[in-house]
C-alpha cells in the first residue's frame, strides 16, 4: 500500500502583491479588492531561486539519509505547464545531481494540470510495487512563474513559486493511501468562451464529487475525514464546494491561500507539511488530499491518506 515516508517543502520569503499586477492585467481597483476580500488572495510567494535552485532546496528540506538516498531509484517531476524553461535547460536533472540522485530514473508528469502531483504519487507506487522489493520514490513539485499565464488566472487565482519533495514507498505504516479518485473530463479542452464559463459552473461539483468519490472508495463517509488538504486556488472555491457535500470549512487548510498563493502541484504537499506541524493529523487520522487541474481538459481528483 502506497505510503508518504517524508516531506521537505520550500516556501520562499518574497511576496508580490495583487495590486502589483492592477497595470499588467488592466485591473481595476473593484476588481482588486474583490481578490483580496472575497477570494482571500492578496500576496503570492516570490524567489530570486531559479527553477532547478527551488527543488534543490525542496530535496535538501527533504534530509535524505545515505541508506535512503542509495534506495531512491524513481523521481517524478510533477507539474501544471508541459514547459517550465527554455531548451536545453533541464533543471529537474540539475537539481538531482546537487542531491546526489543522479542515479534514480527521473521523468515528468504531466497532462493534468495543477492535479498531476497527485498522479505522480500513484504512478510512484505503482512502479515501486511493480519492482517488488525496498525501493524508493521521490515526487517533486514547483514551477517558476516565469510568463503572464503562469502568474495569474482572471477572476480565480494567483501562482506562487515554492517547491516540494515527497518520498514515497510502496508500504509503509503511517501515511498510507487507502484511495485515489481522477475525473478526467475532456470536453473541458480549449479556451472557447463557452468552455470557461460551462467549466466554472460545473467547477465545485465536481471536485466535490470526486472527494466523496474517493472517501466511499476508501469505505469511509465525510464525517470521517479529519481535514481536507486542498489546492490553493482560492477561499471561495472551497467555500462552495464544501457547501456542496456537507463538509464543515473550518477542517480544510486553507491558511496560506493568501499568504503563498496556489504553488501549482506542490500544494498538496505543503500543507500536508503544515497539517504535521500543527498537530492537525493524529495517527489514525484519515484525511484528503484534492487538487483541480484545467489545461488540456479537466482533472478533478482526490487521495484518502490514514496518517
Not at 501562482?159 to 485515489?180: I, K, M, Q, T, W
Request: hydrophobic share 45%; with cysteine; proline share 3%.
Amino acid at each position: 500500500m502506497t505510503a508518504l515516508v517524508a516531506v521537505g517543502t520550500f516556501v520562499p520569503e518574497g511576496r508580490v502583491s495583487i495590486e502589483s499586477y492592477a497595470e499588467a492585467f488592466d485591473l481595476t481597483p473593484m476588481q482588486v479588492r474583490v481578490f483580496r476580500r472575497y477570494h482571500k488572495l492578496g500576496t503570492a510567494a516570490r524567489s530570486d531561486e531559479t527553477l532547478t535552485g527551488l527543488l534543490a532546496l525542496a530535496l535538501a528540506d527533504l534530509a535524505l539519509s545515505d541508506e535512503q538516498r542509495g534506495r531512491v531509484r524513481y523521481v517524478l517531476y510533477a507539474r501544471t505547464h508541459p514547459v517550465v524553461v527554455p531548451y536545453p535547460r533541464n533543471p529537474l536533472h540539475e537539481a538531482l545531481h546537487t542531491a546526489g540522485l543522479g542515479h534514480a530514473q527521473a521523468f515528468a508528469v504531466g497532462q493534468q494540470a495543477c492535479a498531476s502531483g497527485l498522479l505522480a504519487v500513484d504512478l510512484a507506487g505503482r512502479l515501486l510495487t511493480a519492482d517488488g522489493d525496498d525501493g524508493l520514490a521521490i515526487v517533486l513539485a514547483g514551477e517558476k512563474t516565469f510568463t503572464k499565464e503562469t502568474q495569474f488566472v482572471p477572476d480565480t487565482s494567483m501562482f506562487g513559486e515554492g517547491a516540494a519533495a515527497c518520498l514515497v514507498s510502496a508500504s509503509g505504516d503511517r501515511d498510507r493511501l487507502l484511495s485515489y479518485v481522477a475525473r478526467l473530463r475532456g470536453e473541458f479542452d480549449g479556451d472557447a468562451e463557452e468552455v470557461a464559463a460551462e467549466y466554472q459552473r460545473i467547477y465545485h461539483d465536481a471536485l466535490g464529487e470526486a472527494v466523496t468519490a474517493a472517501a466511499a472508495r476508501a469505505g469511509l463517509e465525510l464525517a470521517d475525514i479529519a481535514v481536507i488538504l486542498p489546492h490553493n486556488v482560492n477561499q471561495i472555491a472551497w467555500q462552495r464546494t464544501c457547501k456542496r457535500i456537507g463538509y464543515p470549512l473550518d477542517r480544510v487548510l486553507l491558511d496560506h491561500v493568501a499568504d503563498y498563493g496556489h504553488l501549482f502541484c506542490a500544494d498538496a504537499f505543503v500543507n500536508h507539511r503544515t497539517a504535521v506541524e500543527r498537530g492537525l493529523l493524529r495517527p489514525g487520522d484519515r484525511y484528503v488530499i484534492a487538487a483541480a487541474g484545467a489545461g488540456r481538459g479537466a482533472t478533478f481528483s482526490a487521495m484518502v491518506f490514514e496518517h
